[in-house]
């Protein structure tokens, strides 16, 4: 099965099945390079204010961009991988936001005099778990240690469950200085959301949509995964039918990665429910067809973007982004995370907050950030982490470009990933020349793929133990990349 999709910015997307299956493997979805399976204890609290310092002492100072982790969930979604803590024990909310603010506390002091936020993002968990009041404190508090740029120039964004939220909080939400409002949805189909106990009627979706537009947000996101169990050609279909019609300015298709060996809710799924490989893939290529069709741009992995949305002007000017949170529009900010498991990304290092509530809950009480480990990226690691972004975002690599910002001959460092690399261009997912790497509409959809020939870490583990083949199979903690 092989078809031409084509998008409303001139891109095509080849959507070849047998080529898809051919180099289907395990591998990381670059949300950052080096990945955060390599982080190490080794770096830590000192170490992230010695680079926080010495960015402001050289003058090399960032705009900010705020993420926050809301880890609380009142159920729990059979799906779901995300570090979350199920209760319905609110006061279990209340000391957690305690124990935040006197993280963003140490932030903000750290911080003064280089705050300027241009980009803030609500993640979970839940993060309108927490009620109305609560959430206006925390803003409050956000706005009293960090100077956030105007509405109109930044991006803050929440992601919510419409089951958890009426008309008046989506209002108040966007009071409160939200202006980009993301919703899980996953499936309209009944059958599906009993399966991963996720049960959302598309009423209670389209009620959120139409208050969010009521109060003016700027985007409206939904989130969409493919391969849940019972889900088949058919429910996709007419969920696509009900997304499209909803008419957001964004849309997440996400693959559903079944790893119950590392997510326990997992456990409650049962293999027989899951679509097959050929479902799964066929489920991938009417998504893209229905979206492309209906307007939608495609950013790259698994996001679409109306032609008008910041997201698909940002890679249209150039200015596209992947961090932690995925494509971004804003490139040269530094990530300030704060919350259980949140993951900074200043300068030339990352750092990741403690992932249990005791231990997040202990550094704060001793006076430290609550950072547990990190690393810090050597040249090389730079000058990789920029290969993979330019591809992620923009398919295409500028050979020239590299060449001005790094003392290399990229010809030469690359020597063993550009041979490699002739492997995926036999295969047809890229075309290179003396100046360019340049992804053909083929390699689209296999852009990890590519990208994986450029992870120096993850090729140093393979040759470990003795996996180098470019269809071989890699760490078990990473999803497929379709």
């Given at each position: 099965?092989?078809?031409?999709?084509?998008i409303t910015n001139n891109l095509d997307v080849e959507f070849d099945a047998a080529l898809?299956?051919?180099?289907?493997?395990?591998?990381?979805?670059?949300?950052?390079?080096?990945?955060?399976?390599?982080?190490?204890?080794?770096?830590?609290?000192?170490?992230?204010?010695?680079?926080?310092?010495?960015?402001?002492?050289?003058?090399?100072?960032?705009?900010?961009?705020?993420?926050?982790?809301?880890?609380?969930?009142?159920?729990?979604?059979?799906?779901?991988?995300?570090?979350?803590?199920?209760?319905?024990?609110?006061?279990?909310?209340?000391?957690?936001?305690?124990?935040?603010?006197?993280?963003i506390d140490m932030q903000g002091r750290l911080l003064a005099g280089a705050n300027r936020?241009?980009?803030?993002?609500?993640?979970?968990?839940?993060?309108?778990?927490?009620?109305?009041?609560?959430?206006?404190?925390?803003?409050?508090?956000?706005?009293?240690?960090?100077?956030?740029?105007?509405?109109?120039?930044?991006?803050?964004?929440?992601?919510?469950?419409?089951?958890?939220?009426?008309?008046?909080?989506?209002?108040?939400?966007?009071?409160?200085?939200?202006?980009?409002?993301?919703?899980?949805?996953?499936?309209?189909?009944?059958?599906?959301?009993?399966?991963?106990?996720?049960?959302?009627?598309?009423?209670?979706?389209?009620?959120?949509?139409?208050?969010?537009?009521?109060?003016?947000?700027?985007?409206?996101?939904?989130?969409?995964?493919?391969?849940?169990?019972?889900?088949?050609?058919?429910?996709?279909?007419?969920?696509?039918?009900?997304?499209?019609?909803?008419?957001?300015?964004?849309?997440?298709?996400?693959?559903?990665?079944?790893?119950?060996?590392?997510?326990?809710?997992?456990?409650?799924?049962?293999?027989?429910?899951?679509?097959?490989?050929?479902?799964?893939?066929?489920?991938?290529?009417?998504?893209?067809?229905?979206?492309?069709?209906?307007?939608?741009?495609?950013?790259?992995?698994?996001?679409?973007?109306?032609?008008?949305?910041?997201?698909?002007?940002?890679?249209?000017?150039?200015?596209?982004?992947?961090?932690?949170?995925?494509?971004?529009?804003?490139?040269?900010?530094?990530?300030?995370?704060?919350?259980?498991?949140?993951?900074?990304?200043?300068?030339?290092?990352?750092?990741?907050?403690?992932?249990?509530?005791?231990?997040?809950?202990?550094?704060?009480?001793?006076?430290?950030?609550?950072?547990?480990?990190?690393?810090?990226?050597?040249?090389?690691?730079?000058?990789?982490?920029?290969?993979?972004?330019?591809?992620?975002?923009?398919?295409?690599?500028?050979?020239?470009?590299?060449?001005?910002?790094?003392?290399?001959?990229?010809?030469?460092?690359f020597r063993t990933e550009l041979l490699e690399l002739q492997h995926l261009e036999e295969?047809?997912?890229?075309?290179?020349?003396?100046?360019?790497?340049?992804?053909?509409?083929?390699?689209?959809?296999?852009?990890?793929?590519?990208?994986?020939?450029?992870?120096?870490?993850?090729?140093?583990?393979?040759?470990?133990?003795?996996?180098?083949?470019?269809?071989?199979?890699?760490?078990?903690?990473?999803?497929?990349?379709?």
């Open positions: 099965m092989t078809d031409l999709i084509t898809i299956q051919k180099l289907d493997r395990k591998g990381p979805r670059y949300t950052s390079y080096p990945t955060a399976d390599r982080f190490t204890p080794e770096f830590a609290y000192r170490d992230y204010l010695q680079a926080v310092n010495g960015a402001i002492t050289r003058g090399n100072v960032h705009p900010l961009s705020l993420y926050i982790h809301i880890p609380f969930c009142e159920s729990v979604c059979y799906y779901c991988g995300c570090n979350k803590i199920v209760t319905r024990d609110r006061s279990k909310a209340a000391t957690y936001l305690r124990y935040l603010k006197r993280e936020v241009e980009q803030l993002h609500f993640g979970g968990g839940t993060p309108t778990y927490i009620n109305d009041r609560q959430m206006g404190d925390l803003m409050a508090h956000l706005q009293r240690w960090f100077e956030f740029v105007p509405d109109a120039e930044g991006e803050f964004s929440i992601e919510v469950d419409p089951r958890t939220v009426s008309r008046e909080r989506v209002l108040s939400l966007r009071n409160q200085g939200f202006n980009r409002i993301s919703l899980g949805v996953q499936d309209f189909d009944p059958e599906v959301q009993k399966a991963v106990n996720r049960v959302q009627p598309e009423e209670e979706t389209r009620a959120v949509i139409a208050a969010a537009r009521e109060a003016g947000f700027r985007s409206v996101s939904i989130d969409l995964i493919y391969g849940l169990p019972k889900q088949n050609l058919a429910t996709m279909q007419r969920t696509l039918d009900k997304v499209i019609a909803a008419d957001p300015d964004r849309i997440s298709v996400y693959n559903y990665a079944h790893m119950p060996h590392l997510f326990k809710p997992q456990r409650r799924i049962a293999d027989i429910d899951l679509p097959v490989g050929d479902t799964k893939l066929a489920m991938l290529a009417l998504c893209i067809q229905r979206l492309t069709d209906a307007g939608y741009v495609y950013i790259g992995m698994d996001h679409f973007a109306k032609p008008t949305d910041d997201l698909a002007v940002a890679q249209r000017q150039g200015r596209l982004h992947r961090n932690f949170q995925g494509y971004s529009t804003h490139a040269e900010a530094d990530l300030i995370a704060c919350g259980v498991s949140a993951i900074s990304a200043v300068g030339a290092t990352y750092s990741q907050n403690a992932k249990t509530l005791d231990e997040y809950y202990d550094r704060i009480e001793q006076n430290e950030l609550p950072i547990v480990r990190g690393m810090r990226l050597s040249m090389d690691d730079l000058l990789r982490r920029i290969v993979i972004q330019m591809l992620m975002c923009h398919f295409e690599l500028s050979i020239h470009a590299i060449e001005l910002a790094y003392p290399i001959v990229f010809n030469s460092y295969n047809g997912l890229l075309v290179m020349d003396e100046d360019w790497i340049t992804v053909t509409p083929k390699g689209r959809l296999l852009i990890r793929n590519i990208c994986m020939v450029f992870d120096h870490h993850l090729r140093t583990a393979e040759k470990d133990v003795g996996l180098m083949h470019t269809t071989s199979p890699t760490p078990q903690n990473y999803s497929r990349t379709i």
